[in-house]
């Protein structure tokens, strides 16, 4: 019986980390398939990718990491963006994504916003589990490492997911912009700004702490 080929991209910062995903898996002699992998380090070649595979048959797995080249600009994008695009232009690709990121917050505002098939944090990697994730998110999806089934677990007693206006207000403190000047990049009064910064303080258990405090933490949950 012949093997399925199945195409998997991975998007990943660290080429290295790609090469050791594509060196594991197309070595891997799975009994129905066989694997080719592309890899890519940005979020725009990556969506370009994606879309051109659109035209000739979408991958079957994407595996994405949540920060791409260095913190979020307005230019550029997220894996998080990048599972929610591929979600939109082809939505039978399997997603997974594969972060350093093990906070409970990031990874159910990632469960929210793009619902993947899998999440591995990468301290739990190794061949067994790429093997594993690669069988279970083809057959029976979704696939979970230990820490991220233990944060998607864990009740939140607040909604996580932050929407385009809270992304920009943190991306803009975290350029220096004040936050008076805020209301130039963002359809909020001053008011509805000032209320979702406190908001944003309280989800993060800063409540009472000062802007910066807010710009780290967000930065240490990978918002921006």
Same mark, same amino acid.
């Given at each position: 019986?012949?093997?399925?080929?199945?195409?998997?991209?991975?998007?990943?910062?660290?080429?290295?980390?790609?090469?050791?995903?594509?060196?594991?898996?197309?070595?891997?002699?799975?009994?129905?398939?066989?694997?080719?992998? *592309?890899?890519?380090?940005?979020?725009?070649?990556?969506?370009?990718?994606?879309?051109?595979?659109?035209?000739?048959?979408?991958?079957?797995?994407?595996?994405?990491?949540?920060?791409?080249?260095?913190?979020?600009?307005?230019?550029?994008?997220?894996?998080?963006?990048?599972?929610?695009?591929?979600?939109?232009?082809?939505?039978?690709?399997?997603?997974?994504?594969?972060?350093?990121?093990?906070?409970?917050?990031?990874?159910?505002?990632?469960?929210?916003?793009?619902?993947?098939?899998?999440?591995?944090?990468?301290?739990?990697?190794?061949?067994?589990?790429?093997?594993?994730?690669?069988?279970?998110?083809?057959?029976?999806?979704?696939?979970?490492?230990?820490?991220?089934?233990?944060?998607?677990?864990?009740?939140?007693?607040?909604?996580?997911?932050? *929407?385009?206006?809270?992304?920009?207000?943190?991306?803009?403190?975290?350029?220096?912009?004040?936050?008076?000047?805020?209301?130039?990049?963002?359809?909020?009064?001053?008011?509805?700004?000032?209320?979702?910064?406190?908001?944003?303080?309280?989800?993060?258990?800063? *409540?009472?702490?000062?802007?910066?405090?807010?710009?780290?933490?967000?930065?240490?949950?990978?918002?921006?």
């Amino acid at each position: 019986m012949e093997k399925k080929t199945i195409r998997i991209l991975a998007v990943d910062d660290h080429e290295m980390t790609t090469l050791g995903y594509k060196f594991i898996l197309e070595d891997t002699d799975f009994e129905k398939y066989t694997i080719r992998m *592309d890899t890519e380090k940005n979020f725009d070649a990556a969506k370009q990718r994606i879309l051109e595979s659109v035209k000739y048959g979408p991958y079957d797995i994407l595996l994405l990491d949540i920060q791409l080249s260095g913190p979020m600009d307005e230019t550029s994008g997220t894996g998080e963006d990048l599972g929610i695009y591929a979600r939109e232009v082809c939505p039978k690709t399997r997603i997974v994504f594969m972060s350093s990121f093990s906070d409970n917050y990031r990874i159910n505002s990632i469960l929210q916003s793009v619902d993947p098939d899998g999440y591995m944090v990468k301290t739990e990697i190794d061949q067994k589990s790429l093997q594993a994730m690669v069988r279970t998110v083809l057959e029976q999806p979704p696939y979970y490492t230990q820490k991220a089934l233990a944060a998607i677990r864990k009740k939140m007693a607040n909604d996580i997911s932050l *929407d385009e206006n809270d992304r920009k207000i943190l991306y803009h403190l975290s350029i220096g912009t004040k936050t008076k000047d805020i209301t130039q990049y963002v359809s909020l009064s001053l008011p509805s700004i000032e209320n979702r910064k406190r908001h944003l303080k309280s989800i993060f258990g800063i *409540d009472k702490q000062n802007d910066q405090a807010l710009i780290t933490e967000s930065r240490r949950r990978g918002f921006i």
